[in-house]
């Protein structure tokens, strides 16, 4: 008669092995599906969801220069989309050069 301890450890390595198989195959077939998904070999029919709605990735937005006349600097949202050598410029004057600034560039688009 196979003592206690003996059944016990057999019995644990079973288990074990078996987990470890299981673990091993989710892990396969999650790599697999993460390849097709990312570029592998499509198959027929509909599309994923995120090619057919255009969701492919991320556009930046273009970068925002300050829009006090002659500055070249970028603007930066802690100075309210000014630089930081203008970020003391009234907010009236702020919006007078922006509006003058879109002002030009419809004229310039006319012309």
Known sequence: MPDIRELV???????????????????????????????????????????????????????????VPGCKNRAAPVYGMVCAKHKDVGKTKIKKYRAARKAAKLNAKRA
């Open 9 to 67: 450890s057999e019995f644990t390595q079973k288990l074990t092995g078996f987990i470890e198989t299981q673990v091993i195959d989710r892990a396969r077939n999650s790599v697999a599906a993460a390849l097709d998904a990312a570029g592998g070999k499509r198959r027929p029919g509909r599309p994923a969801k995120m090619l057919a709605l255009g969701l492919g990735g991320r556009r930046k937005p273009p970068i925002q220069y300050c829009p």
